[in-house]
């Protein structure tokens, strides 16, 4: 079993910043592709980014290229989410998930709210 709990997120001005954290505990977090989804009220769940395990390869969904940042640290069981110019639709509940496989989603935190105001 591998535990994550998200925090970091807040209500934020269009174009700040901020920074997610999913920490994670339980079975051998370095072996687990890490990622990043979201909920937006009333829609469905979406694929924001990932990361594989050996921290290399890293995955973005087109609306997030170039202004979100994923890492993690494996020393620290933790992933981070660094996102920059905010928009009002990247409002939404971040999940943070874990699987053997990029997106795979065996793990999922509870969430944490991101909320941008124009």
């Known amino acids: 079993q591998v535990q994550l709990v998200e925090s970091g997120g807040g209500l934020v001005q269009a174009g700040a910043s901020l920074r997610l954290s999913c920490s994670a505990s339980?079975?051998?977090?370095?072996?687990?592709?890490m990622g990043w989804f979201r909920q937006a009220p009333g829609k469905e769940s979406e694929f924001v980014a990932a990361i594989r395990w050996s921290e290399i390869s890293t995955y973005y969904a087109d609306s997030v290229k170039c202004r979100f940042t994923i890492s993690r640290d494996n020393a620290k069981n933790t992933v981070y989410l660094q996102m920059n110019s905010l928009r009002r639709e990247d409002t939404a509940v971040y999940y943070c998930?874990?699987?053997?496989?990029?997106?795979?989603?065996?793990?999922w935190g509870q969430g944490t709210q991101v909320t941008v105001s124009s």
């Open positions: 339980g079975r051998t977090f370095s072996r687990y592709a």
């Open positions: 998930e874990a699987g053997g496989r990029v997106g795979q989603g065996d793990y």
